[in-house]
């Protein structure tokens, strides 16, 4: 791949399929050509990058309530503060 900014590593399993793994350019890949490899070997040296049988490839979200409540809990933190501003400025017109 000239053009792109990956490398494709094809990993053939022990049932005979092949499974192609993508990694970065610029990663120094450990593994060599016909090595044997098992499941989450570490195909570079980062510990954060290519990995054989990294699966999980969505983004795991907060589940909707705890951000409602999240949201609920600062619009009234907000609304308190607020609230003791103007009462605040109400006993300063008061003593003036």
């Known amino acids: 791949d000239k053009g792109n900014k990956t490398f494709d590593v094809s990993i053939k399993t022990s049932d005979g399929s092949m499974i192609d793994q993508k990694i970065s350019k610029g990663l120094n890949i450990i593994v060599k050509p016909g090595q044997t490899i098992s499941k989450d070997t570490l195909l570079t040296i980062d510990p954060n990058v290519g990995g054989f049988g990294q699966t999980e490839t969505e ?4 589940n909707p309530n705890r951000i409602i409540g999240y ?5 009234v933190v907000i609304l308190c503060q ?5 009462k605040k400025k109400q006993f300063e017109l008061v003593q003036i």
Do not use: D, G, K, N
């Open 59 to 62: 983004i795991v979200l907060q």
């Open 71 to 75: 949201l609920i809990f600062c619009l």
């Open 82 to 86: 607020t609230f003791l501003v103007i």
